[in-house]
């Protein structure tokens, strides 16, 4: 699995939540579905708030389990 951002469009390779980068919004997306616009700020379309718009902008990634203290 790729460690970069996902933008609108790709694929979403596992299921699990994900994060919008500009915002920080959480959806939760299954394996095979399209990440989409972020229905919080609107990033990856001409709507949205943030002034560096640029359609197709990588803008997902997926959420990481918290690493557990090993002490």
Same mark, same amino acid.
């Given at each position: 699995?790729?460690? +970069?951002?996902?933008?609108?469009?790709?694929?979403?390779? +596992?299921?699990?939540?994900?994060?919008?980068?500009?915002?920080?919004? &959480?959806?939760?997306?299954?394996?095979?579905?399209?990440? %989409?616009?972020?229905?919080?700020?609107?990033?990856? %379309?001409?709507?949205?708030? &943030?002034?560096?718009?640029?359609?197709?902008?990588?803008?997902?990634?997926?959420?990481?389990?918290?690493?557990?203290?090993?002490?």
């Amino acid at each position: 699995m790729p460690d +970069t951002p996902f933008s609108k469009g790709d694929k979403v390779p +596992t299921d699990g939540e994900y994060v919008c980068v500009p915002c920080g919004y &959480h959806k939760v997306y299954k394996s095979g579905d399209e990440f %989409t616009e972020c229905i919080s700020c609107f990033s990856g %379309t001409p709507q949205g708030e &943030h002034e560096e718009f640029v359609e197709g902008q990588e803008m997902w990634e997926k959420v990481q389990p918290p690493i557990e203290n090993q002490t």
